[in-house]
């Protein structure tokens, strides 16, 4: 079945950085755009960032410049790395095929201190 496991959050500190990491199974994984969301309380999940089978990638707005997305596919493991990170980014991170088709993983936490 279609199982998404994130992991790699944290406490950090404003400006500070994280990768988180993202295994996948169930689907053909070198073939499928994955996206990373966030979904801080009291709002609703928002796409953070794409990367297709061969690598083009996509950001929001409020992330570009600061956050990397990438993929190994031998692994089926796609990675957010998170750099110059703000107390707005606190948020539940997530891992999804693109477009989103659920089931969704666990997700996991990031809390930016100031």
């Known amino acids: 079945q279609v199982q998404f496991v994130e992991s790699g959050g944290g406490l950090v500190q404003l400006g500070g950085s994280l990768t988180l990491s993202c295994a996948a199974s169930g689907i053909i994984f070198s073939r499928t755009t994955m996206a990373w969301y966030r979904q801080a309380p009291g709002k609703q999940r928002e796409w953070v960032a794409s990367?297709?089978?061969?690598?083009?990638?996509r950001y929001a707005d409020s992330v570009k410049g600061r956050f990397t997305i990438s993929r190994d596919n031998a692994k089926n493991t796609v990675y957010l790395q998170m750099n110059s990170l703000k107390p707005e980014d606190t948020a539940v991170y997530y891992c999804i095929t693109s477009p989103a088709q659920p089931p969704w993983g666990q997700g996991t936490q990031v809390t930016v201190s100031s």
């Open positions: 990367i297709s089978g061969t690598g083009t990638t």
